[in-house]
């Protein structure tokens, strides 16, 4: 099977490309010119140079291929909402279109829990939740990736496109900064962080998720299929940050919410008079942050009988480089 990439020079995209090496798959990218391009080619991949917004270059890169993992995104805090925009939703937009065209079997594509908004307490987060209703009060990133999903669903739907969509949580892994929490900071080996320390945690480790983005690539059938996926429905900021301690030896600690929720109006001001790109601290933003949020994760289990292969302390000692050796 001939696959394309997209993103193949990213941190997800990265390790997708190494993942379908080893298993001597061969590989197309969709990539800017850059020096890990240029590496990708040297180790036996094909690479269409050219961005997402180049409608020639993602024909090329589609052309001939049977499955297509789109990963690419703009994910960076900093940027104009045009920016975001143009690769998040026109970008993917183009892609669809080209493998549409191409005759492609199956694309695969990469979104985000970030879709989801505030719900009721106690409410389960699954496939069948609404978007944010409110999305101008999220940051550009946000925004965007809402705005491609929901083109991704009309799309699939309106032409027939056999697409799987995979919304993941905070991706992690090596090569990649350890998460510590939706809002928190780091100082040395202290970690410090805001909202309650039982709030869930929705992490997938990247080996995790590419294995389920191969179950899904396999799948039979040509409808629209959507699936939410993080390593541990019950992994709490509090088990989180104590397996983490257990390897690194760093220390957490937890601060209430409130006083930032009660600062949200005055810094949210302040943020958008300063030039942060797409930055947002709303009071919508920080609320969702904050809240306890249980994301069901029973489709992908049941339909592709995927579960995490890596478990949380040994997937911390791969992110950091410490394996243990006895």
């Not at 379908?20 to 010119?33: D, F, G, H, N, T």
């Not at 937009?93 to 191409?102: F, Q, R, Y």
């Not at 220390?251 to 030039?275: C, I, Q």
Request: proline share 5%; hydrophobic share 40%; net charge neutral.
């Amino acid at each position: 099977m001939r696959v394309c990439v997209t993103g193949g020079t990213g941190f997800l995209g990265g390790a997708l490309v190494r993942r379908l090496l080893a298993e001597r798959v061969p590989v197309r990218v969709l990539a800017r010119p850059s020096v890990r391009a240029d590496e990708l080619e040297s180790r036996g991949v094909e690479v269409v140079r050219g961005e997402l917004g180049d409608p020639a270059a993602v024909a090329r890169a589609v052309r001939g291929i049977e499955l297509v993992y789109h990963v690419a995104a703009k994910v960076d805090s900093a940027g104009k909402a045009a920016e975001f925009f143009e690769t998040n939703v026109r970008g993917t937009e183009g892609v669809l279109a080209a493998c549409l065209d191409a005759g492609v079997r199956r694309v695969v594509y990469e979104s985000s829990i970030a879709v989801y908004g505030l719900v009721r307490n106690g409410e389960h987060i699954d496939e069948n939740t609404p978007y944010d209703e409110f999305p101008k009060l999220r940051d550009f990133y946000s925004q965007s990736k809402l705005a491609a999903d929901q083109l991704a669903v009309s799309f699939a739907r309106k032409t027939g496109l056999p697409l799987v969509i995979m919304r993941p949580g905070i991706i992690y892994g090596p090569g990649k900064a350890l998460p510590l929490g939706l809002l928190s900071f780091n100082l040395g080996k202290s970690n410090f962080v805001f909202g309650s320390p039982d709030l869930h945690f929705p992490l997938n480790y990247a080996e995790n998720l590419i294995d389920a983005m191969e179950l899904a690539a396999n799948l039979d059938g040509d409808q629209l299929r959507e699936f939410n996926i993080v390593d541990d429905e019950d992994l709490t900021l509090l088990r989180y940050h104590s397996t983490k301690s257990n390897v690194d030896q760093s220390r957490t600690r937890f601060f209430p919410g409130w006083p930032v929720l009660a600062a949200a109006p005055l810094v949210d001001t302040v943020m958008r008079v300063l030039p942060l790109g797409g930055t947002r601290l709303s009071k919508h933003q920080l609320e969702r942050s904050l809240q306890d949020r249980f994301y069901d994760t029973r489709r992908i289990r049941q339909e592709l009988r995927w579960a995490p292969k890596v478990p949380l302390e040994e997937s911390i000692r791969r992110s950091i480089g410490t394996h243990d050796h006895a």
